[in-house]
């Protein structure tokens, strides 16, 4: 009797979900070919929400960087054909309805989720674990496959009344993912289509173990009328490749396999040929000054040249390495009032490729910047000590 109870629940929250989304998902059909493609990316998490978290970074810090990254490459080569929306740009909570309520509005072609994986602190493989692996919305078909989407759909607990607002799904109930039985097989072919290739580059590209395309009950991959996929980059909580997922060149690789694959996939839909997707670019505002003042330095140095005795060549020394705090990461540059600042002073930032990463203080050693951490945590939780030499970002 209890069991024919709980189907019905479960059964009248799937109705409610559909009654809820039906317009927005009729809305988001996706495009016939030659009109403009739009490419929804999600960064996971963010905010108050931070997701997995590492020794030396968060996940909402890489999920923002790689999706920027991503979507920048993209509409670089495209141009016009394509329109990029982002969930977010910069470092803000959303919900998991808000997200699928953008990328319906959106008339979105297609939807990825970018994310970073973890494994619980009392699992013993927790430091070796390594891979990527590209998930489809479909049922779960392994624990390891709903441990994760568990711990992705956990981040709807952060909601004010929750149940209400998700009709009484319950992220930590393997009964709730029976819902998405009925709905797999929505999209399948085009998101399996793209997650194989994401997979392929992730690997052959980017240098990731391969965990392989999966199935797994995520609430946002269901919500979302179109096309979709979720991409987790790798672990977190291995050392190893925590530094990799952290580091500039790691970004740049996984951004241009994620790109590569997209860029194929759309340009197959619109019919066009598909572009080369540019590597390495800089495009920040800083570089390019820098750049320009450099050149006219070096014009000038030349006219010195000609009148005056050569000098001899004087070797420069790299600076010392200070310790900060990074606290925050905004797509744009703040005023120094700006509200996300929370009125912290003796605030700078540096910049990894067009992401602006503000840090607090300035310090000769680690101690001394590990010191003040818990003080900067006091307003930003997910704040951590970096290292930097010349402006960039080196190892501790």
Known sequence: MKSIKFSYILFSCLVSLIVILSNEIKAATPKPAGKQ??????????GK?????????????????????????????????????????KDKYLSLMERAKIANKSHGNFFVSIHV???????????????????????????????????????MTLDDNFEETYEGFDPHSAESYIIFE?????????????ADEIQNRLITEAGRADRGVRQAGFWVLWATGMPSVL??????????????????????????????ALSKYIASTIGVAAPAIEKNTR?????????????????????????????????????????????LTSSKKLRDSAPEL??????????????????????????EAQAELNNVRKTFKEAFVIALRDGKRVDL
């Open 37 to 46: 493609f739009v490419l929804v990316l999600d960064a996971g998490h963010g």
């Open 49 to 89: 929400d931070s997701g997995a978290v590492g020794r030396i970074t968060t996940e909402k810090t890489i999920n923002l960087d790689v999706s920027l990254l991503v979507g920048r490459k993209l509409e670089k080569a495209f141009g016009d054909k394509l329109k990029v929306v982002y969930t977010r740009d």
């Open 117 to 155: 994986n973890s494994l619980d602190k009392r699992n013993r493989n927790r430091a070796t674990i390594k891979g990527a692996s590209v998930y489809t919305l479909g049922l779960h078909k392994s624990a390891d496959n709903l441990d994760v989407a568990q711990r992705e759909n956990a981040v």
């Open 182 to 194: 009925f709905s797999q097989n929505l999209h399948m072919a085009q998101s399996v289509r793209l």
């Open 231 to 260: 991409v987790e980059l790798d672990f977190i909580c291995n050392p190893d490749q925590e530094k990799f997922l952290d580091s500039s060149e790691g970004k740049e690789k996984m951004a241009n396999a994620i790109a590569g």
């Open 283 to 327: 495009t920040e505002n800083r570089v390019e000054e820098a750049l320009k003042t450099q050149a006219v330095e070096v014009a000038e140095d030349e006219v010195l040249e000609s009148t005056e005795t050569a000098q001899p060549e004087v070797k420069v020394q790299p600076s010392e390495k200070v310790y900060k705090i990074q606290f």
């Open 342 to 367: 929370k009125g912290l002073k003796n605030v700078d930032f540096y910049m990894d490729h067009n992401v602006y990463k503000y840090t607090y203080g300035s310090y000769s050693k680690k101690d």
